[in-house]
């Protein structure tokens, strides 16, 4: 199998269709990094029409199918990859995900995105088991933040100029726009929080 190169996106032209399915439809592709408790999983997922990586992950219980696929354990990160030509992800094992090519929302009046509501920011820190992900949370203007809940639909939510930490080796780390985490998986959230005492 040819070894590619993840350090750059890949281009659209490299995947016409799911490998897995008949369809001749066009697909869009969104590239993302999943992280379980115990591998790190770069694959491209393939929608029929253009789409947040939030709410592919929130339409459906399915699991999450990737293809042209790169995993690596979190323990003993120097061991070469292994790679797959496709994979299904069960989303219950899913803890984070962090888009690596996302595709542009719908553009509605005024050149904003069709499901544009005003939002304020709030910087929170959510604990999962061997993880502490520090990013914004958007509410709407008028929520309350010490009443709002990250875990009202034990989905997955959106933490906007964030950074994950893996907690058993904190230089493992990863920042980015935008990193989805599972709030199912979650144990607690909290206004942000710091390991630099630890």
């Excluded at 999450?64 to 992800?89: C, K, M, N, T, Y």
């Amino acid at each position: 199998m040819a070894q590619l190169d993840f350090s750059q996106p890949l281009p659209a032209a490299a995947f016409q269709e799911a490998p897995w399915t008949e369809s001749a439809s066009p697909r869009y592709l969104l590239r993302l990094e999943v992280v379980t408790d115990t591998r790190r999983i770069v694959g491209v997922a393939h929608h029929a029409t253009t789409v947040r990586p939030v709410d592919m992950l929130n339409w459906t219980d399915e699991a999450l199918a990737l293809a042209e696929i790169e995993v690596r354990f979190l323990e003993g990160q120097g061991r070469a990859p292994d790679r797959w030509p496709q994979a299904h992800v069960s989303k219950q094992a899913i803890l984070l995900v962090i888009p690596q090519e996302v595709a542009p929302p719908a553009p509605g009046a005024n050149g904003r995105a069709l499901e544009y509501v005003e939002k304020r920011r709030w910087r929170v820190s959510v604990l999962l088991s061997r993880f502490v992900v520090t990013g914004h949370f958007h509410l709407s203007a008028a929520a309350d933040p010490a009443n709002a809940s990250l875990f009202w639909n034990a989905g997955f939510v959106p933490l906007t100029d964030a950074e994950a930490i893996y907690v058993p080796d904190p230089a493992t780390t990863w920042k980015a726009p935008v990193i989805i985490v599972n709030s199912a998986r979650a144990e607690a959230y909290c206004p942000a929080a710091s390991l630099a005492d630890e």
